[in-house]
């Protein structure tokens, strides 16, 4: 309990300085820590699986891409003063009004109620199993929509090289 | 003797109370790790220095100690004792975590590979899963490092380097997850079992068929270029932009620099060897009385000495020679070798299967190489002369 | 074959390798403070003053003309002459210099002060180990330092030696000559002349 709480705080504080440093790129490390903290948290869990592919998947890839986007588009611009708009009220009321709605919902759902079984070890064996027999379909539609991502890429980038 | 290690490990946690004992073992172990691959880490510096001096017909360093041997005291005393230089416009916080950035995964790297029998840090059931994780981390450290120099140099530096890194992943974790496929299961320790025994003589390692040399192969290469390292180390290139994404570190974080770039390099030779030379198995039965981290550190100088025998031997491959080589060779290769590795798990043991595994591995190598070298157009030069 | 190349190249780095410990020859280095590789015979640092014989005072063969001081590019060359005079190699009576720096800090090794000196007086060395912890005394050379014996000349440039050798001993051989011709004539007109045209000659020639 403790753990949880130290490291959901880590997260939240962290994700709060990824929205509000002044510095885009600072901003993008902040996001990674946060990444970091979620994963510490998957594994605080037990779903080792989840944890490392979060690392490997977020920290790896996706965060290097954020990284990569600011810097081919606009990094070295200065940093910009803080973006506060007009209409931050309004914003602030929206959010708490969809917090509510959610807590609300959560709280009185058959979830927090019940007593929970104690949470299965699902190693990597089981989940691969799962995968194979009766996740099969999901996997191959994803794995064709990431083909189509690649596939598409590659022209995108080819068309570039083509048009020089 | 072959556990003399872990019974004086359990003898010093013996003394601590029984409540934090855990806790004892782990720091125990790591500071193990970290005392051992820090001393290979100054004794590979100086074996490389002299390697590559004598291959290049020339001595070492030969002044410090008998034979050069206490350069790496001499190094070390200039980093710590130079000043440590941050550029003013240089942004501070960041450039004073890369480097930390990048130390921290590759140590924490080395907790899942097992360097002696029941030796490992951690034996965690994902064992091969957390190394790949961990290892992605690094390539945050190295962005971090050249941006936050606010030079372009640096930063083009960085760039290179960060793609060069993530395509040299995949070809890297593929190599490996035929392995695990083949073993069944991602601890290093459970990998390192599946590969116990002798047959005809031979152990029985993964790098003794066709698709595991094939995937030894692929893998040492796509190491070498995770770590940078000559002949992949464009980012760092010494003798065109310096150093690259790390020019405004000077000093200590520079040697931090250093490390993590080594100790990175220990690492992935240690999983190769665990995934694909036997971990700490001996080569032959009769030698199996020599005790199990002898035969792991022996493997893993073998891996420096390859590694340092290619440095001095071949040219910097250019930026784009690079990217080509890893999409359109590496990974074609990655994926049939898995395929191939299938294959040879369904077939009988048998000489059949030996042949049609090393036919399936070698068509596409031809095919794929004859590919590669067709976009190079390497004729005679044309010069052409100011009339 | 894709790879080829790969093979043949460790497989020569891996013959150096081993080859360096098993034949000395592979390797090339000298190492220096230990051993030193020969000099060139034309090789040249700055300048010293040649001195024959063993006295350096009085063999030196610099007479003070101050050519080379005038020649000097950046004038890293200081001279005094003497208020007396000393003989030199062919016996005449010739001035030296009170004082002889050379400024090595400054001196450019151009070798114009060697080849304008009619004496062979100073000549290049070849000393390259001059490097001293005081910048401006040290480095300010005077006559004793600057001297050295005609036989360290001969060992370092063996044919310019050879050549100034023979120059100064054919003029030494000459003025032997010329002295005994005028000790001769000298002789001759002190036992008087031998005919009335002889005696009157001087007075005809006036």
């Not at chain 1, 998947?57 to 910009?80: D, H, K, N």
């Not at chain 2, 590979?44 to 790496?72: A, D």
């Not at chain 2, 490996?176 to 073993?183: E, L, Q």
């Not at chain 2, 043991?349 to 042949?355: A, D, E, F, Q, V």
Request: hydrophobic fraction near 50%.
């Amino acid at each position: 309990m403790i753990t949880l709480s130290i490291l959901g705080l880590l997260t939240l504080t962290v994700a709060i300085a990824a929205m509000s440093l002044r510095n885009l790129v600072h901003c993008a490390l902040a996001l990674t820590v946060a990444f970091a903290g979620l994963a510490a948290l998957y594994l605080q869990l037990d779903a080792q699986f989840v944890g490392f592919a979060q690392i490997l998947v977020y920290i790896g890839a996706v965060a290097i891409l954020i990284v990569f986007a600011i810097l081919l588009t606009r990094g070295s611009e200065t940093p910009q003063p803080s973006i506060l708009s007009p209409s931050w009220l309004g914003g602030i009321a929206v959010a708490v009004l969809v917090f509510g709605v959610l807590a609300m919902t959560i709280v009185r759902s058959s979830v927090t109620g019940r007593h929970l079984p104690a949470a299965p070890q699902i190693s990597v064996h089981q989940l691969g199993e799962q995968l194979m027999t009766k996740y099969l379909l999901p996997l191959e539609v994803i794995g064709l929509l990431l083909t189509a991502a690649l596939i598409g890429a590659v022209i995108i980038a080819m068309q570039e090289k083509e048009t020089k | 003797m072959d556990q003399i290690f872990v019974t004086s490990k359990h003898w010093l946690v013996g003394f601590a109370p029984a409540q934090c004992q855990p806790i004892i073992s782990a720091i125990i172990s790591v500071v193990g790790i970290i005392l051992v691959f820090a001393i290979l880490f100054a004794i590979t510096t100086i074996l490389e220095r002299k390697g590559l001096g004598r291959i290049q017909n020339r001595y070492g360093p030969n002044r410090v100690g008998p034979f050069g041997i206490l350069q790496p005291v001499a190094d070390g005393i200039k980093a710590l004792i130079k000043e440590d230089i941050v550029p003013r416009t240089a942004d501070s916080v960041v450039h004073f975590l890369a480097p930390l950035v990048l130390v921290a995964p590759v140590f924490l790297a080395l907790a899942v590979v097992p360097m002696g029998r029941n030796m490992v840090a951690i034996d965690m059931d994902a064992g091969v899963l957390f190394f790949f994780a961990v290892g992605a981390a690094t390539e945050l450290s190295v962005f971090m490092a050249g941006w936050s120099s606010r030079n372009k140099y640096s930063l083009l530096g960085a760039m290179r380097a960060i793609a060069q890194m993530i395509s040299y992943e995949v070809p890297l974790i593929l190599s490996a997850v035929t392995v695990i496929m083949i073993a069944g299961s991602l601890s290093t320790v459970k990998i390192i079992e599946a590969q116990a025994g002798y047959a005809v003589g031979l152990p029985r390692w993964f790098v003794l068929t066709p698709w595991g040399l094939a995937g030894f192969i692929l893998f040492m290469i796509a190491a070498a270029a995770e770590s940078n390292r000559s002949p992949f180390d464009l980012p760092e290139g010494e003798s065109e932009i310096i150093a690259g994404y790390y020019i405004d570190y000077s000093g200590f974080k520079f040697a931090l620099f250093f490390l993590g770039e080594y100790i990175g390099m220990f690492a992935v030779s240690g999983l190769a060897i665990t995934l694909f030379l036997g971990g700490w198995h001996a080569p032959f039965a009769f030698l199996s009385w020599i005790p199990s981290y002898f035969w792991f550190f022996g493997k893993l100088l073998a891996l420096i000495a390859v590694f340092i025998w290619v440095r001095g031997t071949l040219p910097r491959l250019r930026m784009d020679q690079l990217m080509n080589f890893a999409w359109k060779f590496m990974l074609p290769m990655a994926l049939i070798n898995l395929v191939t590795a299938g294959i040879w798990h369904f077939l009988e043991p048998g000489i059949s299967r030996w042949l049609i595994c090393s036919f399936l591995v070698l068509g596409p190598y031809i095919m794929l190489a004859r590919g590669l070298l067709q976009g190079s157009n390497v004729g005679k030069r044309i010069y052409r002369y100011a009339d | 074959m894709f790879g080829e190349g790969i093979v043949k190249g460790m497989a020569e780095t891996a013959r150096n390798f081993l080859g360096s410990y098993v034949k000395e020859d592979r390797l090339t280095t000298v190492q220096y403070p230990e051993e030193r590789l020969p000099q060139k015979e034309a090789a040249r640092n700055f300048p010293f003053l040649v001195y024959d014989g063993d006295d350096w005072q009085a063999g030196m063969r610099c007479v003070a003309c101050q050519i080379c001081e005038k020649e000097c590019p950046p004038q890293c060359i200081y001279i005094t002459k003497s208020k007396d005079k000393k003989p030199d190699h062919a016996g005449k009576a010739q001035l030296y210099p009170a004082i002889f720096d050379i400024d090595i800090s400054v001196c450019m090794s151009c070798q114009i002060c060697v080849e304008v000196c009619p004496f062979d007086a100073i000549k290049m060395d070849t000393e390259f180990e001059l490097s001293t912890g005081d910048r401006f005394g040290d480095l300010l050379q005077h006559k004793d330092e600057l001297s050295k014996p005609n036989t360290y000349f001969r060992k370092l440039h063996p044919t310019e030696a050879a050549e100034a050798d023979a120059r100064l001993a054919a003029e030494k051989a000459k003025a032997e000559t010329k002295a005994k011709a005028d000790a001769e004539a000298k002789a001759k007109a002190a036992a008087g002349p031998k005919t009335f045209a002889a005696a009157l000659a001087p007075a005809l020639v006036k």
